[in-house]
């Protein structure tokens, strides 16, 4: 059907009042229908591993009830797959579930690059390599749409940290906001082409995601093609004139805020026309028509759930194993030490918090696998400090057994939506456990549940390694299938492991307040960890399995190519094992000698395959020009330099098999806008840490720095937190942290959560209750600048 021209029709018969109408939200989840022209409401609802369906007291927050549904593995889990075709089939799953909650949308898949492992939400995100989140991403959104259902990319664009994220400004050079920041999103679009995608809280050199033209309009839609809507993150509407004139759709929540009263005064004075709204009200309706035709309901929930647990299975990353896994099971003596063994963690904190249909546990898990075992706690779930005499309890059950079971990892009130992490480090109470029941028993087995990239002070001292991540509400079974080798880890890190926090190249510049400076620019992940010849914890790609696998006969179509020509990468892989397992092969580009400075590689293929023992396959993989391009600043567009380039094949980015050198004829010569001379320690990095001097970066960026802001007047924009240097605001905040922590006393793990998000989020987002209009916002903000009378009469 062409929904498109219907929407057309539709919007012919509608007022502009309704027309305004349309472009903010009706409520918390749902967009306004109109009865009298066929146009029904919808919902949209949270994700992005699972449904999040809100009925009552809803909010973006993760605070509220929501309906029971399968809860997923996060995407720090599911991106170790490396698995395209089982994000699809994950992503199909989802589209019925949605369809048998009657949702409109799927508010996800998050996709924001993982700049530090710091990030408070890296749980939601999917990896350090644009690429592999792109291509991931795409099936992911391929899957829940082909089920008639939408999804939500998020958060467009450069959105990496918690602190300050509603009204931080992301300061970063151009080529790194197009090589890394956006490459995932382009990607996305190109393949996917999801139905709505979600403008970020933050700013992007100084103007906010949600009005910014060039973002929104002319990379997105002009350059991408994208065709379809772009909604805000709810509350990220700062100026409703720059927004719906910069290539805004849709404002969320929208409770009666009054944004349809300032479009239609727009359109009475000239500022907007009606040939605008209507290009916008197109959309809108055809968003709301093509939802409206979703596949048959084939929801199965206990299909899911195995789903689920097959998803777990896949993705879980082996990072160490000194031949005590797999547990044999049969006269084997074993502790299980942990907390996390009865009650996992197995998902974020925040709006993606799930209410998962069932959970289960490791624990259950493995005696229904009828494996005995002696349990100690050795930890509360929520504990931070050591408890003495848990430990020592857990020691105790420790010694003597010929296998220790310890589950451990980062609880909530480590890793949030709403803050960012403080260190790598995991608990004292994890780590203490662990050092303390290692020197007890050699025999040591830890299993991690954790979000991101955590140190590992006692890896020396233990057996084996599995990093489950966040898995799911079927995580239990999983691990058990893992540790028993009923299911083989196949699963390869999508992000580093470094030594130290201080080893991050974003370190000196991560969590500050307001502005950021991205000033590593291109040098993340692994693009930095390699290129700098950091030693690392466990290096990005990496994953044992309990096969081992051999690569041979490497082959290329040929020596020397056009920019513009495909080159078809081939080689056999050979399962040398005893058992079936899987393996991921990477192909890594490398430019030798190039003029501008550059990652020493970059991942530009992948393949995942099954291999049965003593079974080879070939594998074909296939570059065109996008491989050996760069992003040049000079011409605004993507280059090929001619020169030589490696082709490396490997296990991950540290364990490269085979390689060869092929000539590359580019595209052209072009200006290097950036050189040696003006920013050197991009072309050399520093053996120590990343410290980029401000005019190199200035240099990179083509502009000075961003000045801070002044902390008066304040405006609708300023975070409540500001407030505090006047006496009316100290009272205020008060009063308002008071009122959100009432509404988590039962949920004592959310309280750092909402303290933090309270501060950090500005005057204009009390608009989103429904109670106050932007009209009331201002009226608040001229009382808080001195002028009583003023805002009292906006607040009428």
Not at 27 to 54: C, S, Y
Not at 143 to 155: D, M
Not at 219 to 242: C, H, I, K, M, P
Request: charged share 20%; aromatic share 8%; proline share 6%.
């Amino acid at each position: 059907m062409d929904y498109t021209t219907k929407a057309r029709e539709i919007a012919g018969k509608m007022t502009q009042q309704e027309k305004a109408l349309l472009c903010s939200g009706k409520n918390f989840w749902q967009l306004h229908g109109f009865p009298h022209l066929d146009v029904p409401e919808i919902m949209v609802t949270d994700g992005p591993h699972g449904l999040r369906k809100q009925m009552a007291s809803p909010d973006n927050l993760g605070l509220g009830g929501s309906v029971p549904a399968t809860c997923f593995p996060a995407a720090c889990t599911t991106a170790c797959s490396f698995d395209p075709a089982l994000l699809e089939e994950m992503g199909v799953a989802l589209g019925q579930e949605c369809i048998k909650e009657n949702v409109a949308v799927l508010l996800g898949p998050a996709i924001n690059h993982k700049r530090s492992p710091l990030c408070g939400r890296n749980f939601e995100y999917v990896s350090e390599d644009p690429y592999l989140t792109g291509k991931l991403a795409s099936r992911l959104v391929s899957g829940i749409q082909s089920q008639g259902v939408g999804t939500s990319v998020k958060h467009f664009a450069a959105n990496s940290q918690e602190k300050s994220r509603v009204v931080s400004d992301s300061v970063l050079d151009e080529r790194a906001l197009r090589e890394i920041y956006l490459r995932q999103f382009e990607i996305v679009v190109k393949e996917s082409q999801p139905w709505t995608i979600m403008a970020a809280y933050n700013k992007l050199n100084g103007t906010y995601c949600a009005e910014n033209d060039w973002l929104l309009h002319q990379v997105a839609r002009q350059e991408w093609g994208y065709q379809n809507l772009f909604v805000t993150d709810w509350g990220a509407l700062s100026r409703v004139e720059n927004a719906y004139l910069s290539g805004l759709d849709l404002e969320m929540p929208g409770p009666g805020n009054g944004t349809d009263k300032i479009i239609l005064e727009m359109l009475q004075d000239g500022r907007m026309t009606p040939e605008q709204l209507d290009v916008i009200a197109i959309r809108l309706l055809d968003l709301i028509l093509k939802s409206q035709h979703p596949q048959p309901n084939r929801f199965d929930p206990q299909q899911s759930l195995r789903l689920a647990q097959k998803v777990a299975e896949e993705s879980a990353v082996l990072l160490k194993n000194d031949g005590i896994l797999p547990l044999s099971g049969k006269n084997q003596s074993i502790a299980v030490i942990g907390t996390f063994a009865k009650q996992p963690r197995y998902q974020g904190a925040g709006s993606s918090r799930i209410n998962p249909i069932e959970l289960d546990n490791a624990c259950e898990a493995l005696i229904a696998k009828g494996l005995a075992f002696e349990y100690a706690d050795g930890y509360l779930s929520e504990q931070v400090s050591g408890n003495d005499d848990a430990i020592a309890q857990a020691v105790k059950v420790a010694t003597g057994k010929d296998v220790v079971l310890v589950f451990a990892g980062l609880p909530d009130s480590s890793e949030s939506e709403g803050f960012d992490r403080t260190t790598l480090s995991l608990p004292e109470s994890h780590n203490r456990l662990i050092e303390k029941v290692a020197a007890a028993n050699p025999n040591v087995v830890v299993i991690l549940q954790c979000g991101s990239a955590v140190t590992m002070p006692w890896l020396d001292g233990v057996k084996a390694v599995l990093l489950m991540y966040l898995s799911g509400c079927q995580s239990g079974k999983a691990t058990a299938n893992l540790l028993l080798g009923t299911a083989n880890p196949s699963g390869k890190l999508a992000e580093t492991f470094p030594k130290r926090l201080e080893d991050t190249p974003c370190h000196a510049y991560f969590g500050q307040n307001k502005i950021i400076d991205y000033r590593e620019s291109i040098f993340t992940g692994y693009r930095y960890y390699d290129s700098a010849k950091k030693e690392v914890l466990f290096p990005f790609g990496f994953g044992l399995s309990y096969s081992r696998f051999e690569y041979s006969d490497l082959i290329v179509s040929a020596t020397k190519l056009k920019a513009t020509d495909k080159l078809v990468v081939s080689l056999t892989v050979k399962n040398v094992g005893s058992v079936p397992g899987k393996e991921t092969v990477q192909l890594y580009v490398a430019p030798l000698n190039p003029t501008v400075f550059k990652a020493e590689k970059e991942l530009k293929s992948f393949a995942k395959i099954l291999l049965l023992p003593g079974e080879s396959r070939k594998i074909e993989m296939v570059l065109d020009q996008n491989a050996f391009s760069y992003y040049n600043v000079a011409i605004h567009d993507w280059h090929v330099e001619t020169g030589k380039y490696a082709i490396r094949v490997g296990a991950s980015s540290r364990d490269i098999r085979l390689h060869t050198i092929i000539e590359v004829k580019g595209t052209g010569s072009v200006p290097i806008p950036v050189t040696k001379a003006t920013a050197n320690v991009y072309y050399a990095l520093p053996t120590g840490e990343m410290i980029v001097p401000e005019e190199q970066f200035v240099a990179l960026l083509g502009h000075p720095l961003p000045l801070p802001g002044k902390a008066k007047p304040f405006t609708p924009d300023t975070p409540i937190g500001d407030l505090r240097a006047t006496l009316l605001g100290k009272i205020f905040v008060s009063a308002v942290r008071k009122g959100a922590s009432k509404q988590v006393k039962n949920i004592p793990d959310m309280k750092k959560m909402i303290e933090s998000m309270v501060l950090d989020m500005p005057l204009r987002s009390m608009s989103m209750t429904g109670s106050m209009t932007k009209q009331k916002v201002l009226g608040i903000v001229d009382i808080f600048n001195g002028h009583l009378i003023r805002g009292l009469k906006k607040m009428k």
